[in-house]
């Protein structure tokens, strides 16, 4: 089997996050940026599928220059090519933006499945992977936390955390878009065989013309949606910090909790 | 489990291929989710993680510069950045694996036989044999060309008797690249586990590299196959030329030590608060301690990479590996002691990494040639005066023979 896996690159939720001078997204120009920890396990479970199923890889990835180091990752993880949507005018897009141009990459290959993480860590829409579905026009899971292909490969099961430790279990056809939550699997780690064979792996660099897309129907241009402002919320109101020991502290929490909050 | 950020005051990193970048960060994030966890336990019992074997086998660690066999044939940045970020995890693990590539796989490498080569490679890369290397002797340290053990030819077997002190995996090896004296000088041979007349136990009460097994092995008229000659040995340059491949590798391994006391030192000194609410980052002898650190620690990875430049185009010299060795073990070691005195009473217990760094240092320094030993083998190069030897007067044993000056 055919499996596309679109991995965002994210600013590595270590760093230190500073919010960019135009106020509008985070500087990037101090960070590490690693793959979107939900996609990681997305690429894991294509990997496995296809060393039980036959088949290969191929990865996909909008940004900038910076992104490559992410697809570099992914092919020597086994991916057998990638794809990067590199084109400025591909960039600044909001989850529809991202979409469409992901559709029209993936739409110009066959598929039989297409797996993605369920949220990227930076933005968080959790948007993009339904849009994607709807726009290729395939059924779709969201937040799935187990995945088997069936016989033959033309549908696939899949199992869904539900709330109060409930799994929903169903199953749709293929070629379908599933969108994966972290923890479903272990992902690898890239072996130094696989690194040095990842430098001859090709990296297809499409325009949106190439896609048969028009420049404004994606990116900036496309989008329906602006970030106006990013800012860190205010700290350090509200919060009391009870000193002593800890029986102390506890007794005087139990005393506001009683008195001023009135919740017990 | 909080990942290792790396150290890269000077943006050295722009000096590493995008290859050699996943290289680091693949085993980096090896000794943070396997090695970190249980390293500490390892130490406190004096055991060898055997069971990290088979991951760093998959991984490709095991001879990793060998391109034949299905091994990924690296380069020498590559290699020494796996050290680097081995020993960050502990000396003893980095120590394996020097054993394992540098000093049992190259041999076997370079100097087998194809029978050798066919039948050893496969298996020490994959991890399912363990080797180890002896050249040191009790009596035969920093001038293994005295050594006493030989071996001799008796029809299709050679015989071989003697003893070798401070072997690292003696008694996990599969098989040991011996090294003895023959009536053609000093030669290697492989001798098997469980072959009559060679028995091995272990060294015990070492303070110093305790997640790493150090033996002693004994050869009474231990005999061995003809064809266990490595028969492209002819003399201890040889055993020498093996040294100088597991030497490099410690010039990136003790920057792998130093980072890690010095992050340890920098986060600590952040948080730890003493004076009027103040971190003890914020005491100008603090900074000066963690500054000290940063700048040998950045000096020794320009020196490591230009080490990796110079062997990658075959240019590299012994001279140029002492320099590296000697320094960034150095470095190592100095900066174990200052992140212990940043870290206070804490610095001595092993719920932080310092003092485990700080005791392993202690065999980094002296074995693979001690510290003084390469200082003067640089001494040598830059005067054209070889000091190894007391002054003629004062030498009452007889003078050793020429190309003394090196060891394990
Ligand atoms: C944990 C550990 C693991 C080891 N693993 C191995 C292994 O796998 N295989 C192996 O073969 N060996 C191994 N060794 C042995 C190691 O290589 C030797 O300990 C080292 O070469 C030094 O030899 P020595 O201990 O006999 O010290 P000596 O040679 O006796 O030296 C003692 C001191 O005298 C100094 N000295 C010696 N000669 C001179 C000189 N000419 N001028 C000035 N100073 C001098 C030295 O610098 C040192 O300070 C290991 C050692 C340790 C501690």
Known sequence: MRIAVCIKQVPDAEGRLQVAADGKWIDEDEIKFVINESDQYALEEALTLTEAHGGEVVVFSLGPDRVQDALRKALALGAKRAVHLADSAFHGGDAHATARALAAAIRSEEFDLVLTGAQSDDAGYGATGSMLAGLLGWPHAWLVMGLEVDEGGGSAKVTREMESGMNEFFRLQLPAVIEVQAGLNHPRYASLKGIMQAKRKPVDRPTPADLGLVADEVGMAGSRLEIVDVAFPDSGVGAQIFEGDPATAAKALIEKLRNEARVL | MKRFPGVDFLELDALLSDEEKLIRETVRDFVDDMVKPIIEECHRDARTPLELVPKMAELGLFGSTIAEYGLPGLGNVSYGLILQELERGDSGLRSFVSVQSSLVMYPIYAFG????????????????????????????????????????????????????????????????????????????????????????????????????????????????????????????????????????????????????????????????????????????????????????????????????????????????????????????????????????????????????????????????????????????????????????????????????????
Request: charged share 20%; glycine share 10%; with cysteine.
């Open chain 2, 113 to 408: 036989s194809q029978a050798q080569r066919d039948r050893w490679i496969p298996a020490l890369g994959s991890g399912e044999a363990i080797g180890c290397f002896g050249l040191t002797e009790p009596n035969f340290g920093s001038n293994p060309g005295g050594m006493s053990t030989t071996a001799r030819l008796d029809g299709n077997e050679w015989v071989l008797n003697g003893s070798k002190q401070w072997i690292t995996n003696g008694t996990l090896a599969d098989v040991a690249v011996v090294w003895a004296r023959t009536d053609d000088g000093i030669r290697g041979f492989l001798v098997e586990k469980d072959t009559p007349g060679f028995t091995s136990s272990d060294q015990h009460g070492k303070f110093s590299l305790r997640a790493s097994t150090t033996s002693e092995l004994g050869f009474v008229n231990c005999r061995i196959p003809a064809d266990n000659l490595l028969p492209k040995t002819t003399g201890l340059k040889n055993a020498l030329m093996c040294l100088n491949q597991a030497r490099y590798g410690i010039a990136w391994g003790g920057l792998g030590a130093a980072m890690e006391c010095y992050t340890t030192a920098l986060e600590y000194a952040k948080e730890r608060i003493q004076w009027n609410g103040q971190p003890i980052a914020s005491h100008q002898l603090v900074q000066d301690k963690l500054v000290w650190m940063v700048t040998e620690i950045t000096k020794g990875q320009l020196l490591a990479h230009q080490l990796g430049k110079l062997k990658d185009a075959n240019r590299i010299k012994h001279f140029h590996i002492s320099m590296g060795k000697k320094n960034n073990v150095w470095v190592a070691r100095e900066c174990a002691r200052l992140a212990r005195e940043v870290l206070g009473a804490n610095g001595i217990v092993d719920d932080y990494p310092i003092i485990r760094h700080m005791l392993n240092i202690e065999s980094v320094f002296t074995y693979e040639g001690t510290h003084d030993i390469h200082t003067l083998v640089v001494g040598e190069k830059i005067t054209g005066i070889p000091a190894f030897n007391a002054p003629e007067q004062t030498v009452k044993a007889k003078p050793p023979t020429k190309a003394t000056a090196a060891s394990t």
